[in-house]
């Protein structure tokens, strides 16, 4: 708990800083756009986003921020940063995905670890190029000095905040792509206007890095607040966050007919005696994706809590089981009418 | 800086390249096959071949190939195995999101979930590929062997398939298909196609499933309304293995000894088949069974043509409760074919039968209720007229060539 405040803490210092008035400071280096827009560089320094790689610590160009419900990843800690190009600006899409300039760049690294003892696994970076965007996976070197692009993935030894000892698995550019997948484009997942905070986005706007501040009618809730939101609430988030970047139109798994986006309104839809199509042994045994009111009979908990591949879900990114998540969506289904 | 320099030059260039330059990347069995064969796959240009050396490669994770116009070929499907026993994570061996890909010549081998995932991927070739669970029909086994879904022309072509605890050779939410000259063995279903029309299903080899060949509509899917689909010359004999399908799933319901089964499609023609061995029918045609909520799907069956085909002279052991009464009640056989006795209206026959062929309806009388409640008789079908034009249906002749 120290640690994650501690953690909240040094952001929110590196937002103050890079809030401050956006004067050259020659001391640092530059982003260098050419590896944004060009190539695949083969190392994370060569973008030049930190003035301290190992810290973490962002130029003055990056600028971090938070989700307010994260996707889950066998508890690693995320550090987010965005790039924006000097002169331009995101644009706002009601409570949707912020459009982020081509030329700007999304990076996240992901740690294990507390303190002196927090280890750098990967770091992924989404580049947005003239084409589209690019998503490339970097693999962090044993001395910590730099990260290495990995594009067919690798697998790392680990030990989560749980105390589990796994074999984490660092995705391959390909699967990038399933997760950040619409309609076959590579788009960016996490900066919607409803999962980030309305500091954050009047910063932005402040900054003039940011065209106009959007309105949104109800934020995804603070995950670590989330006792405070309804079960449904807290249930419905971490399935958009966690699940729906497939689970919907034109997402990795639209064959499912399971659209667990924030904003779908049909029951069958988000899965509510909705009966699996191509579960096979994924469905253990049960005969919908919710049952409302029966938890145990609901093929989506069944799926969160397996770690066999071909049952588990999300298919990538998960060695563990969330628990957290779990107990979420239990709540909410348990509260449903039968 | 020579590398800046190089990039600036370069990429003009590649953006004009052709794929008149396309490479061959041969790939090795042994140490770091997973990172060596992905690696691969990504940096691939379109009009490029990857090739399998032959030998057995052990990998611990799902494969993935997302550029157009690749081809992933092997020495044989006995000779490149790809070997998924120690697959540690993904839903399926190999997943192919790219169009104008061929598949050919390689096995894959116990994948944890599906074995080759084709999603969105247009005019794809599967061409002489083995998907096996050495273990033989077991639940825990992944679902679908050879798994088009959501495409615009597929063709299937002297394939193999066995083991699979859903379906042997899958093609879903897709249109424009060709399966032929393929074997499915000791899955549940054999062969499916489901939500999908334009399809050929021809000169495949069915046999030891539970059912041989299912051509299925399913409610509250992105894509529904399944239909037009021809199935010809194709040998569907003796599907006896008991369901090992996990339950939930379709295809669970599947009785064992079912030939070709069709449950709420439109436009089905089945000709010169041999069906038999089929001990609960060798021809199954329903409507959906079960309850659900989704104004845009029709549950029934619409122009079913069962014509001249060879079929078996009736189960005795059929998977029907009370099966031995009703064996008893028709003189000591069940006639080949089965009809649950629904239909949309009577403007439309729902099944329409060779006057040589007989059958028996379970005499139903709205769609979801259950067989417990049938009253069982004789099949009265109509006869059909002339065959109907399948000009569009099959895999686009495009995807022919690629076999030469």
């Known amino acids: ?338 | 800086m020579t590398r800046s320099l190089f990039a600036a030059i370069a990429l003009p260039a590649l953006l004009v390249a052709t794929p008149a330059l396309a490479d061959t990347h041969m790939i090795a069995p042994g140490e770091g096959a997973q990172e060596r064969l992905q690696e691969a796959l990504i940096l691939a240009e379109p009009g490029d071949e990857i090739v399998l050396e032959p030998g057995r490669y052990a990998l611990s994770d799902g494969l993935s190939l997302d550029v157009d116009g690749v081809t992933l070929r092997g020495a044989g499907m006995q000779a490149s195995v790809l070997d998924f026993s120690g697959q540690q994570g993904a839903g399926e061996g190999l997943l192919v999101t790219s169009d104008n890909v061929t598949l050919r010549d390689f096995a894959v081998e116990n994948p944890k979930g599906d074995g080759i995932k084709s999603k969105g991927a247009d005019n794809i070739v599967y061409h002489a590929i083995r998907v096996t669970w050495t273990r033989g029909p077991d639940e825990n086994n992944g679902a679908y062997g050879i798994y088009p879904v959501e495409s615009t022309g597929v063709l299937v072509d002297a394939s193999e398939v066995s083991g699979a605890s859903d379906a042997g050779i899958y093609v879903g939410q897709s249109s424009k298909i060709t399966v032929r000259n393929s074997v499915a063995t000791d899955n549940v279903a054999g062969i499916e196609i489901e939500n999908s029309r334009d399809a050929i299903v021809e000169g495949n080899f069915v046999s030891r499933n539970t059912g041989g060949i299912l051509v299925f509509d399913l409610p509250n899917l992105p894509v529904m309304g399944g239909g037009n689909v021809l199935i010809r010359n194709n040998l569907v004999i003796a599907n006896d293995t008991e369901n090992f399908a996990p339950a939930g799933n379709i295809v669970a319901s599947v009785r064992r000894g079912t030939g070709v089964m069709v449950m709420a499609n439109e436009n089905v023609w089945l000709q010169d088949n041999l069906i038999r061995g089929n001990e609960t029918a060798e021809v199954m045609v329903i409507a959906y069974p079960l309850s659900f909520d989704d104004p845009d799907y029709n549950p029934y069956p619409r122009d079913v043509v069962v014509a001249d085909n060879v079929l078996g002279e009736g189960g005795t052991d059929p998977d029907i409760e009370g099966g031995e009464m009703l064996v008893a009640a028709f003189g000591g056989k069940l006639p080949p074919i089965l009809w649950d006795g629904l239909e949309e209206n009577e403007e439309r026959f729902a099944l329409l039968v060779h006057p040589d062929l007989t059958g028996w309806t379970l005499n139903l009388q709205r769609q979801g209720q259950r067989i417990e409640e049938a009253q069982p008789g004789p099949l009265d079908a109509p006869a059909y007229g002339q065959g109907w034009s399948i000009e569009g249906w099959g895999a686009p002749e495009e995807l022919e060539a690629r076999l030469k």
């Open chain 1, 1 to 338: 708990m120290i640690a994650r405040a501690a953690l909240l803490a040094s952001l929110a210092l590196a937002t103050a800083a890079v809030a401050a008035p956006r004067t050259p400071q020659t001391a640092m280096a530059p982003v260098s756009d050419v590896a944004v827009m060009e190539g695949m560089p083969r190392l994370l320094s060569e973008y030049a986003f930190f003035t301290d790689l190992r810290e973490q610590n962002p130029t003055w160009q990056v600028v971090p921020y938070r989700l307010n419900t994260p996707l889950w990843s066998d508890g690693a800690d995320k550090l987010r940063f965005a790039y924006i190009p000097e002169g331009t600006q995101l644009s706002a899409d009601g409570e949707g995905l912020l459009g982020f300039p081509v030329g700007s760049a999304l990076i996240k690294t992901f740690a294990f670890g507390e303190g002196d003892e927090r280890r750098l696994i990967e770091t992924r970076v989404l580049l947005h190029r003239a084409d589209g965007w690019l998503a490339l996976p970097y693999l962090w070197n044993e001395e910590q000095t730099d990260a290495k692009l990995a594009l067919a993935g690798a697998r790392v030894e680990v030990v989560t905040p749980q105390g589990e000892a796994i074999s984490y698995r660092v995705p391959n550019k390909n699967q990038c792509k399933e997760c950040h997948s619409v309609d076959g484009a590579v788009v960016p997942i996490g900066p919607k206007a409803r999962n980030l905070s309305d500091q954050w986005l009047a910063g932005r706007y402040e900054a003039d890095t940011l065209d106009a501040l959007p309105k949104v009618a109800v934020r995804l809730p603070l995950w670590e607040a989330r006792k405070e939101a309804t079960p449904e609430a807290a249930a419905r988030a971490y399935l958009d966050v966690n699940c729906a970047h497939c689970h919907r139109p034109g997402g990795s798994a639209s064959n499912s007919g399971l659209d667990l986006r924030w904003e779908q309104d049909d029951p069958v839809k988000i899965g509510i005696r909705k009966r699996p199509v191509a579960a096979g042994r994924g469905s253990g045994g049960l005969a919908f994706s919710i049952a409302p009111g029966d938890p145990a009979a609901s093929i989506i908990l069944h799926r969160m809590k397996s770690l066999e591949p071909g049952v588990a879900m999300p298919e990538l990114g998960r060695s563990t089981v969330d628990e957290e998540g779990v107990a979420a969506v239990r709540a909410w289904i348990e509260g449903m009418d039968q």
